[in-house]
């Protein structure tokens, strides 16, 4: 008697769940660096307010110079950074440097606070000089990114790296909240400088072949201004993102003060809606890739241009009974989050792909500048503009002002673009 043999294909394989760019070592480490890098900064920015509130009493004015400590080397520093970031052949270094010299900065405050040595004025230096390492280890990254990812995997890898960006988002502040609560604001802070080391350490085990350097005529912060001047693509992104930014600044300056004061809003709930956002920025950086594989790269950036300011409208449009009011307020948040994070990684592919290797860095911290600069200005415009003719009106023009940034990319090469341009 003889038996049969039922043959049956093998069960198709798992396909591994790890995103394919994680499984090279190379960019693991590096976005490992950036994701700790960046829970580093989150911490900080948490952590250094309550210090000066808690131990120093710290009204608006002072909070004041504290902020513009921490963003004016945004404004004066990222152009200069840029050039010289260009001109180093080994870019990796520089952010090394820039997080170990982050880590010392950090460390010095809780050691300071120990011998009774610390004061506001010392508070604000610390937060500009790692104001000015931040800048550095930003301008330095693009041309680092450059190197380690191959140009088809642009947008793959920016959705990776701004995803850890919203996780940051999502889990930084509650992780130094509690770290403040249990070890009060000072010593809060050495989870800050751990966190810059392990970045550090993340980024020495990189292996990466750098672009060289390209020395010679047309380099330099004029050449780089020069260059975005030129490019249509470049003009255009970064003359839509300061326009979304001027506005979109003017709507923050408003947002809280609207929401708690005229809308009746507790700060528990304005902290859940918020949480809202990350959430939403979570899964833009999940769904982008698809999307500019769908759509095209340049759509895509229409959409993140739309998706990002038109969700601002329900905030002054928001009235009636609280559940309604608060669920117009939920998705707004969610929504603006995912739009601002389908924008940011579009953009953010499209302005690599557009830029000379040898100028990334430069054209990098030009846009930096612009961008930066920008905001303070929107913000002062929008709490005069609430002054004069009130809260809710402000709102309205702010968020409305907002989506005519999609206008400089409507009318530029990025409307009908497929793939990611050639420099």
Known sequence: MTESLVLTDPAPPRRPRIPRLLRQAAFRRYWSAQAVSLFGDQITVLAVPLLAVLAFGAGPAEMGYLTAASLLPNLFFSLPAGAWVDRRPRRRQVMIVADIGRAVLLLAVPLLWWVDALNLPLLCVVAFLVGILSVFFEVAHTSLFAALVRRPDYVDANSLINGSRAMSHVAGPSIGGVLVQVLTAPFALFSGVFTYLTSAVFLARTTVTEHPVQSGPGRGMAAGVRYVGRSAVLRATLLGTTTLNLFSYMFAALFVLYVTTELGVSAGLLGL???????????????????????????????????????????????????????????????????????????????IAATPVAMLAVVSGFRRTVNYGIRPIGAVLGGTLGAAIGVRPALWIASLGALLGVLWVVFSPLRTMRTLPEN
């Open 273 to 351: 809606i918020i949480g809202a956002g990350a959430v939403g920025g979570l899964l833009g950086a999940a769904v982008t890739g698809a999307i500019s594989r769908r759509i095209g790269i340049g759509p895509a950036v229409l959409l993140g241009f739309v998706a990002f300011p038109a969700p601002m409208v329900l905030v002054p449009l928001a009235t009636g009974p609280q559940p309604l009011v608060l669920a117009l307020l939920f998705a707004a948040e969610f929504v603006a989050a995912l739009g601002v994070m389908i924008l940011d990684i579009a953009v953010g592919s499209v302005q």
